[in-house]
């Protein structure tokens, strides 16, 4: 129901920049999160957007990540900016439950997509 | 902020129960009801397995259960299925708007 989208490689020091697509499911009432996995690593929040547009980062990823939102056509977004190669990783999105503003968990997440820093 | 801490690996035989920890810090694990796991088999994304320490979505089977004390976060496999060899992953809120993962666990099925 989450499908992750965007170039596989970016050059270092430019922007990446996915997309996720939501179906079977209306964006309202959840937020919607980013998580990364370098290779044979484990797992780092990059952040999550609600449906109105309101957003949350991961402090140490917050002055490079933007997250966006398009309710009208199932879509929210990542960008991040000035990329090195240590920002290789596989990307995903996931419905993000959090209510109170206390994180409850991911479910489901996308399939995930690669993507490569490198000139 | 510091990731959780989770051992490296883990194995059991078939049939039998292991223990996963996922150890934090009073800030996180230890104010929070709201741990979360997730296994991941190779080449897959993550599924949530466990929410609010203890609580499985429809679907999951009862082998799998989760307890907290304190710092320290518990997944527990009990009955070990060959299907059951896969990476486990922890989460906790750590504050309002903030959260952390474990390093992640390779559970072997000898």
């Known amino acids: 129901r989450l499908q992750e989208s965007g170039p596989g490689l970016v050059r270092p020091s430019e922007t990446l920049s996915l997309t996720c697509t939501v179906s079977g499911d209306s964006m309202k009432t959840y937020y919607w999160g980013w998580i990364r996995q370098p290779p044979g690593k484990g797992l780092e929040w990059l952040g999550y957007v609600y449906y109105y547009g309101s957003t949350h980062y991961n402090p140490s990823l917050k002055s490079r990540v933007t997250l966006s939102i398009d309710t009208s056509i199932n879509q929210f977004s990542l960008k991040l900016k000035s990329v090195t190669a240590a920002d290789t990783a596989m990307y995903y999105c996931a419905r993000t439950g959090i209510w109170g503003g206390y994180f409850y968990w991911f479910d489901p997440w996308g399939p995930g997509t690669l993507v490569t820093v490198s000139s | 902020q510091s990731a959780l801490t989770q051992p490296p690996s883990a194995s059991g035989s078939p049939g039998q129960s292991v223990t996963i920890s996922c150890t934090g810090t009073?800030?996180?694990?230890?104010?929070?009801?709201?741990v979360s796991w997730y296994q991941q088999h190779p080449g897959k994304a993550p599924k949530l397995i466990i929410s609010e320490v203890n609580k499985r979505p429809s679907g999951v089977p009862d082998r799998f259960s989760g307890s907290k004390s304190g710092n320290t976060a518990s997944l527990t496999v009990s009955g070990l299925q060959a299907e059951d060899e896969a990476d486990y992953h922890c989460?906790?809120?750590?504050?309002?708007?903030?959260?952390?993962f474990g390093g992640g666990t390779t559970l072997t099925v000898l």
């Open positions: 989460a906790s809120s750590a504050g309002s708007n903030n959260l952390l």
């Open positions: 009073p800030s996180d694990v230890g104010a929070s009801n709201y």
